[in-house]
């Protein structure tokens, strides 16, 4: 699991608790792990999962439920056929994780379910920083630029509906666990299953619309 390798690539023997490692170390490992997140992304079960996900994130949008349906299945399909061509030192080097220094408990060796909470728990602390809200902005633009002939009408969407999205995501990851999907923790009951990703050839069907 993604979390429970992450634990064993930074706990050290002999280090006092909360310890902290450079920055050299932190930026290699969002590099590794973002890579890890690359490939998971990659997979058609989660790909049908994150689709998911996103939907039951839009049906708390309420006057804008439909609307960012219409987002989600038009551009995550598209999304899902470009991410090969991320670069995980280009998102760490987004979010200053290789400018950071991190301090690491070696409490959380023996829990990476509760780890993995607590990364989402930070995560949703840095979510309500006006700062982040505009890198995230700005990577979602960035994003749109590889989609090509579509590029204006994606920056269109994420500059129409990005602020509204960013501004449900603290409830939306309250609501889902994210951990869960992750298989970092035991599944809840607020995933549900069955949704079918679309296939290449429906993406590029639809690609020519």
Request: hydrophobic share 40%.
């Amino acid at each position: 699991m993604i979390c429970s390798s992450f634990i064993s690539a930074v706990s050290y023997p002999g280090k006092e608790l909360g310890d902290a490692i450079t920055n050299d170390q932190v930026c290699t490992l969002c590099e590794e792990y973002t890579a890890m997140a690359l490939d998971y992304l990659s997979k058609n079960k989660s790909q049908s999962e994150i689709i998911e996900l996103l939907h039951t994130s839009c049906s708390q949008l309420h006057a804008f439920k439909s609307q960012c349906a219409t987002l989600v299945d038009y551009y995550a399909p598209l999304f899902f056929l470009e991410i090969s061509s991320f670069q995980p030192v280009d998102f760490c080097k987004k979010v200053n994780l290789c400018q950071n220094i991190v301090m690491i408990s070696s409490q959380i060796k023996e829990d990476s379910c509760e780890f993995c909470q607590n990364v989402v728990s930070e995560f949703m602390d840095k979510l309500k920083d006006p700062d982040t809200q505009m890198d995230l902005i700005e990577l979602l633009m960035e994003a749109c630029n590889s989609m090509e002939k579509y590029a204006k009408k994606c920056k269109k969407m994420v500059f129409e509906y990005g602020p509204v999205i960013i501004a449900n995501a603290e409830q939306f990851l309250e609501d889902i666990d994210v951990c869960a999907v992750l298989h970092v923790c035991t599944a809840s009951t607020n995933l549900v299953k069955g949704v079918t990703l679309p296939t290449i050839a429906e993406v590029a069907a639809l690609s020519d619309v």
